[in-house]
């Protein structure tokens, strides 16, 4: 059973800072992508950042230059630096993650093992709240 969870978030003033930890656990073959969500209340919920598996990050424009994705592979683990937060950060902030569960396998058609699908696992979230 796969199991994301996230932490780190808080009450913080405006222009405070926070860090998010989301870390990944149970059993599984690899992780793929990782990202940060948001939904703040009456919102759909909207992608924050993204990280590949090979640590290349992407920023939404509303976050760009205040928040900053990083993954530690050997932990599992992606971190959301946030600075310069604002009134409009707040929200329940989720973490998620594609997940290959199964081992390579070998396809007889073409004698060669495939990579299984991977699936995507979502932790329970941690809110933020930015407030004076």
């Known amino acids: 059973q796969v199991q994301l969870v996230e932490s780190g978030g808080g009450l913080v003033q405006p222009g405070g800072s926070l860090t998010l930890s989301c870390t990944v656990s149970?059993?599984?073959?690899?992780?793929?992508?990782m990202g940060w969500y948001r939904q703040a209340p009456g919102k759909q919920r909207e992608l924050v950042a993204s990280?590949?598996?090979?640590?290349?990050?992407y920023h939404e424009d509303a976050v760009r230059g205040r928040f900053t994705i990083s993954r530690d592979n050997a932990k599992n683990t992606i971190y959301l630096q946030m600075n310069s937060l604002k009134l409009e950060d707040t929200a329940v902030y989720y973490c998620?993650?594609?997940?290959?569960?199964?081992?390579?396998?070998?396809?007889?058609?073409?004698?060669?093992?495939?990579?299984?699908?991977?699936?995507?696992?979502w932790g329970p979230g941690t809110q933020v709240t930015v407030s004076s």
């Open positions: 149970g059993n599984f073959f690899s992780i793929h992508g």
């Open positions: 998620n993650a594609e997940v290959v569960v199964d081992p390579p396998f070998y396809d007889s058609s073409s004698g060669t093992y495939q990579e299984s699908p991977h699936s995507d696992y």
């Open positions: 990280i590949s598996g090979y640590g290349s990050g």
